[in-house]
């Protein structure tokens, strides 16, 4: 299982960045994929998550309205479309497997993650 987590860069307030993680070593098709994001010394916090099933989101508040997630099972890619960047936005951004039934926000329903990929808002 490998997800690898991409897209992430130098941005000023306001501006956007897309966020892809692409999915080997499983079928992304059955799985509701997550972005976590931690900023230094916080802890990670869920961002938003895509079902497998019927394509329903979850975005947390701070997110909601700025940030959009998507999935392309064909490319077993999951997209995450950050708008409206802000300061507090800074962070590295992670994708993760879901893989037990804790909340969708939670770390401990994710078994699998990514690497990591920085985003950095600043002017």
């Known amino acids: 299982v490998q997800l690898q987590a991409s897209g992430g860069g130098l941005v000023q307030p306001g501006g956007s960045l897309r966020l892809s993680c692409a999915a080997s070593g499983f079928t992304l098709d059955y799985y509701n994929i997550g972005w976590f994001r931690q900023a230094p010394e916080k802890e990670r916090e869920g961002v938003s998550c895509i079902s497998d099933s019927d394509g329903s989101t979850y975005y947390a508040d701070s997110v909601k309205g700025r940030f959009t997630i998507s999935r392309d099972n064909s490319k077993a890619t999951v997209y995450l479309q950050l708008n409206s960047l802000k300061i507090e936005d800074t962070a590295v951004y992670y994708c993760?497997?879901?893989?037990?039934?804790?909340?969708?926000?939670?770390?401990?329903?994710?078994?699998?993650w990514g690497q990591g990929t920085q985003v950095t808002v600043s002017s």
């Open positions: 993760a497997r879901r893989t037990i039934q804790y909340e969708v926000d939670s770390v401990k329903s994710y078994r699998d």
